[in-house]
Antibody, heavy 126, light 106 residues
């Protein structure tokens, strides 16, 4: 079955950077885009960005442009979210989620999400 | 695109019918999904493209609507149906989520 396993809790100082990992299993990894969605404490869901493991293409929400990257290690079926210049309001649970369309790099439109990781809590605190 | 969900909270009993609304600030055609999230868990996909139930989702969940107005109906609430429901549009970048409707036990 499709599984997305994320890295654990992290605590960072303002201005630092964080890396969150998402290891996929149970399906053909490179054919399906992986997206990241975050949820601040007690708040709703916010899309951060997405990537195609097939060709490495990425897209990001404008508010994160310039301080976020997504990289893929196809040998381990893992996607990494890097976020730097952390601020207090970056404190959130970060989820990775799979787009169920077998895009293989060809999808130009946003998707929806049929499988989610368990979430990784990133706390930014001075 | 801003998605506005209403009501913010629904207080219902098991066996009741739930009707949730999601309104878009501009047309999203039929490109709308619904998720349910329980405390401490990731969201779970219920409906995609307005009216398609995700695999394994029971028939008591029905999605409808197009353009700017969408509805998720749950015909008879089961204990596991209580939680927060989110809509999500994929008609335009960036994809966006609604603010959520909490379905709580009355």
């Amino acid at each position: 079955q499709v599984q997305l396993e994320q890295s654990g809790t992290d605590v960072k100082r303002p201005g630092a950077s964080v890396r969150v990992s998402c290891k996929a299993s149970g399906y053909n990894f490179i054919s399906y885009d992986i997206n990241w969605v975050r949820q601040a404490p007690g708040q709703g869901l916010e899309w951060v960005g997405g990537t195609s493991p097939y060709n490495g293409n990425t897209s990001f929400a404008q508010k994160f442009q310039g301080r976020v990257s997504l990289t893929t290690d196809t040998s381990t079926s893992t996607v990494y979210l890097d976020l730097w210049s952390l601020r207090l309001d970056d404190t959130a649970v970060y989820f990775c989620a799979r787009d169920p369309r077998p895009c293989a790099g060809e999808c130009s439109s946003p998707g929806w999400f049929d499988a989610w990781g368990q979430g990784s809590l990133v706390t930014v605190s001075s | 695109i801003v998605l506005t969900q209403s009501p913010a909270t629904l207080s219902l009993s098991p066996g009741d019918r739930a009707t949730l609304s999601c309104r878009a600030s501009q047309s999203v055609a039929h490109y709308l999904a619904w998720y349910r999230q329980k405390p401490g868990q990731a969201p779970k996909l219920l409906i995609y493209d307005a009216s398609n139930r995700a695999p394994g989702i029971p028939a008591r969940f029905t999605g409808s609507g197009s353009g700017t107005d969408f509805t998720l109906s749950v015909s008879s609430l089961e204990p596991e149906d209580f939680g927060v429901y989110y809509c999500q549009q994929r008609n335009n970048w960036p994809l966006t989520f609604g603010g959520g409707t909490r379905v709580e036990v009355k």
